[in-house]
């Protein structure tokens, strides 16, 4: 069963989320702050995390920084309504997508299987097992990014959305092309989100993010991957 932990230090959206997300067959256990869910997440290995915001101790910003220091649990971040801010410093922080407080349970439910989706399918057809875009290296075959021999941690999100670029090197992908492949039909408008993506990977994986050479930008088109040359010789580091 899937495992959900829901991070909230009021006590009524704690059983909002209980028992909405229980309802559709998933294992709900909580956590008041951002320090119990570090344990929790340490402890009892969830396979999603829903955050809020604002919270005692330890705020779900900084809750969610430190839970990509070690893992890459898909994470949901509640924030409340018109609080921009949170919403783009909760994904810059390393969340996969945000959920706006008060919410429907439908749509709670949607964004939790769509980002479980997400997480789940991050296995891509490919004739090769690896991929070398200058510095950079994908294992396919372990779900691996690798910057000049050294390992590059993704979330499942950041993952996906480099995987779209590889698979289209030097074709340009529109911004809703790519919020509709990573994040589904409902994301077409939702163009925050991929801007916050896009950062977050370059921060990750450019020399220089403000003159990236893996993820470039053409502007009023989208974005590509341009073609380089191809490297030859034994591939090292993560092999």
Not at 113 to 135: K, P, W
Request: hydrophobic content about 40%; charged content about 25%.
């Amino acid at each position: 069963m899937t495992l959900i932990l829901a991070v909230d230090d009021e006590p009524l959206y704690q059983h909002l989320l209980q028992v909405n997300l229980a309802k559709e067959g998933y294992e709900v256990i909580t956590a008041p702050n951002g320090e119990e869910a570090l344990e929790k997440v340490t402890n009892r290995h969830p396979d999603l995390v829903i955050l809020d915001v604002m919270m005692p101790k330890l705020d779900g910003i900084t809750a969610c920084e430190r839970i990509r220091q070690f893992s890459s649990v898909p994470i949901i971040i509640l924030t409340a309504r018109g609080e921009e801010q949170d919403r783009v410093r909760g994904l810059n922080a390393g969340a996969d997508d945000y959920v706006v407080k008060p919410f429907s349970a439908t749509e709670l439910v949607a964004r939790v299987r769509a980002v479980l989706r997400r997480a789940q399918s991050t296995e891509q057809i490919t004739q090769n097992r690896y991929f070398i875009h200058g510095n950079l290296k994908i294992d396919f075959a372990r779900a691996e990014v690798w910057k000049e021999n050294k390992p590059v941690y993704l979330s499942a999100t950041e993952y996906r959305l480099l995987i779209q670029f590889a698979h289209h090197v030097g074709q340009v992908l529109s911004a809703e092309e790519l919020l509709v492949a990573i994040w589904g039909p409902s994301y077409r408008d939702d163009k925050e989100i991929l801007w916050v993506s896009i950062a977050r990977l370059r921060q990750k994986l450019e020399d220089t993010p403000h003159n990236p050479q893996h993820i470039v930008t053409r502007a009023g088109l989208g974005y590509l991957m341009p073609p380089v040359e191809k490297t030859t010789g034994e591939l090292k580091g993560g092999a």
